[in-house]
């Protein structure tokens, strides 16, 4: 509409409108009105992407324009026909108001001062420079010399040549202002269309206690305990009996796995969470999802997409005899008899001195690389160290070399692994070693189940049930050497674990491409662009641990 619009105001009109028109007004208010037109038209330009997000201040202008420019078709030269589409599709907005739910932040003084002018004069700078280097022109500097000395050699009037001369010199300056008046409208545009802002502090003590409490009561799920990382925020239902964990990226809402909290509450929490995102412009998503809430989340209108497959190993049936686990056995074997031995204890009764021993082979066993983990890692095993438990693997001197981290799933008998590092120069099977005593000794303590570890398209290697799953196995085979998908699911697949799918949830059909760089920045799969520099993020070492 603002195209078409524009279009017609700076065509001429058809005569016999014309001659028409003037029969009711004078030539004057004709033009005044093809001058109104082109300026509401160009508006509608800047308005339209702000309607594509679903602001609710572009709905209002862009109702309000479509208005005013079907009156000024009329008025300016009888074009009935931009008037009935201009006011044709102000209807339809009007008819679809409920679309645009996106509330807006206040406009201050304060919002407005900085940020209009600044853009403004940015606006100049860029238009300046880029005139003076399409011209030719070394700098300002030789601008102005070159002008002054035009004035001082000609004490009288100027001639036609020397007007033209200082015409080359300054012909940027009506650019110049163009775009400084650009700038200044989108820089308005953006104070007056930005969407109400999430806040993105951290919880307080108060609503950490209220997480804790809620993953202690209904935390069944294997990923439940991992909302107690330090680095989400919460989102409570109004009565407080369910959450969510989620953190903002790439303007999505993310939710870690499921919700938590009483059965009946979830719904009315989604719900709520729903109206909180659209209301801020966010799309909704969640990665780690499980099978069960699944359908829940299509009936909120979200779309789902396989994801991974998590192994659950069933305590109660593990056994290192027989064929089909002979090669996890000959390695457990080998490192026993060269003097590697593990043992199980709880994190809060492991000494100061101990737990340094163990923040180092976690630091080594990084290799370098960034921290890893939103929705199924904690992000320090000093968090919550009264539930939480360790597997230390000990070398024949008594030296650490490999560390298992488990969390609790409270509500059923099962513990899901956090952390699983060893020291690089450690032979192999030192992995093995550690699950498979992790399984005898968590067995020992009543424990039914252990949550190993995430696979990512499992089930298009372990049993792909159509054509297009087993060709995308081979694909996600051929690029194991980058990203090590293959090796991660035959691993697990040594201890036969069962498999529980998970599912990415996204928005809008093509919103899949943004819920996956958000999954990735959030997961710490992909390196998040940043504008300024961050220092690194550092591990709580065993005196901070043992000071808390």
């Excluded at 035009?150 to 080359?168: I, K």
């Excluded at 439940?224 to 809402?253: H, P």
Aim: hydrophobic share 45%.
């Amino acid at each position: 509409m603002g195209l078409v619009n524009i279009a017609s105001a700076l065509t001429p009109n058809i005569r016999w409108r014309g001659r028409l028109l003037m029969g009711f007004e004078p030539v004057e208010a004709i033009r005044l009105f093809h001058a109104l037109a082109l300026p509401a038209g160009a508006a509608l330009l800047v308005v339209a992407p702000y309607l594509a997000r679903r602001r609710r201040r572009a709905w209002q202008l862009a109702v309000l324009l479509m208005l005013a420019l079907g009156l000024f078709d009329l008025l300016k030269g009888l074009d009935f026909e931009e008037t009935a589409i201009t006011w044709g599709v102000a209807v339809a907005l009007l008819a679809a108001q409920r679309a645009f739910s996106v509330r807006h932040d206040a406009i201050t003084l304060r919002s407005s001062i900085w940020r209009v002018p600044l853009l403004g004069l940015l606006g100049l700078g860029f238009s300046g420079l880029a005139t003076w280097a399409s011209q030719g022109h070394p700098s300002a500097g030789s601008v102005l010399r070159e002008t002054l000395d035009l004035l001082r050699s000609q004490p009288g009037p100027l001639h036609f040549e020397q007007h033209s001369a200082l015409h080359h010199h300054f012909a940027w300056i009506p650019l110049g202002v163009h775009l400084i008046e650009i700038s200044t409208l989108l820089a308005i545009a953006y104070v007056i269309f930005r969407p109400l802002a999430a806040s993105r502090a951290l919880p307080g003590p108060a609503a950490r206690r209220l997480a804790t409490d809620l993953v202690k009561a209904h935390g069944r799920d294997t990923l439940s305990f991992f909302k107690l990382r330090a680095d989400q925020q919460y989102f409570f239902s109004g009565d407080k009996r369910s959450f969510v964990g989620y953190r903002i990226e790439n303007g999505v809402l993310l939710l870690s796995g499921d919700p938590v909290g009483s059965p009946d509450a979830i719904g009315p929490l989604l719900a709520d969470l729903r109206a909180f995102a659209d209301i801020r412009g966010l799309k909704l998503g969640a990665v780690g999802a499980s099978g069960q809430m699944r359908e829940r989340y299509e009936q909120l209108g979200l779309r789902t997409l396989y994801l991974g497959d998590e192994a659950i190993i069933d305590l109660e049936r593990f056994s290192l005899e027989g064929r089909p686990i002979r090669k996890v056995r000959q390695s457990v074997t080998r490192l026993r008899k060269a003097g590697y031995a593990a043992e199980l204890s709880e994190l809060r009764s492991v000494d100061a001195g101990t737990i340094a021993e163990i923040e180092r082979v976690l630091e080594e066993g990084l290799n370098g690389a960034p921290e890893r983990g939103f929705s199924m890692t904690m992000d320090s095993i000093s968090r919550h160290a009264d539930e939480t438990l360790v597997l230390l693997a000990r070398d024949p001197e008594g030296t650490i070399r490999g560390v298992l981290h488990f969390v609790p799933c409270y509500g059923r008998a099962a513990v899901s692994l956090s952390f699983m590092r060893r020291d690089h120069d450690t032979p192999n099977g030192l992995t093995e070693l550690l699950v498979a005593t992790a399984a005898e000794l968590l067995r020992e303590r009543g424990l039914r189940e252990l949550s190993l570890n995430f696979a990512t398209f499992a089930r298009w290697m372990h049993s792909p049930s159509r054509w297009h799953e087993r060709i995308l196995g081979k694909l996600v085979a051929l690029g194991n050497p980058f990203f090590q998908i293959e090796s991660l699911y035959r691993f697990n697949a040594k201890f036969f674990p069962r498999w529980e799918p998970r599912y990415l949830v996204y928005e809008g059909a093509l919103g899949l491409p943004r819920v996956s760089l958000a999954a990735a920045w959030a997961e710490g799969q992909l390196p998040k662009p940043r504008v300024t520099a961050r220092r690194p993020r550092q591990r709580l070492r065993g005196a901070q641990i043992a000071a808390r």
